[in-house]
């Protein structure tokens, strides 16, 4: 089964960094584009971030452009979301979630589609 994990969330200051980790197994990374979202309390679960199956592509949502990088070592099965210039409205919970590439090849930050995600890790930016 497909199953996805992640990790390396937490509570940091203002102006802060974090790096959150996506770790896969029972699949094969390279056929699957990986999307991070995350969902703040009350609120909607919005796209942060995706990236091809090869990595050659990438997307942000405009209120982490600049601050917030996606990278994936596929040898690892392992996607990362690197977040700097925290935030206190990025506080939330932080999915990472993946499509195959049969299904979805471009880099979307559609929730809808895709069909695995992991449990999710919080992140909160409080002084």
Same mark, same amino acid.
């Given at each position: ?26 699949? &094969? ?25 090869? =990595? =050659? ?8 452009? =600049? ?10 099965? &392992? ?11 990025? &506080? ?25 995600? =992991?449990?999710? &890790? ?6």
């Amino acid at each position: 089964q497909l199953q996805l994990v992640e990790s390396g969330g937490g509570l940091v200051q203002p102006g802060g960094s974090l790096r959150l980790s996506c770790a896969a197994s029972g699949f &094969t990374l390279n056929y699957y584009v990986i999307g991070w979202f995350r969902q703040a309390p009350g609120k909607e679960r919005e796209g942060v971030s995706c990236i091809s199956s090869s =990595g =050659g592509s990438t997307k942000y949502a405009d209120s982490v452009k =600049g601050r917030f990088t996606i990278s994936r070592d596929n040898a690892k099965n &392992t996607v990362y979301l690197q977040m700097n210039s925290l935030k206190p409205e990025d &506080t939330a919970i932080y999915y990472c979630a993946a499509v195959h590439i049969g299904v979805q090849a471009m880099c979307v930050m559609s929730s809808a589609r895709f069909g695995s995600w =992991g449990q999710g &890790t919080q992140v909160t930016v409080s002084s």
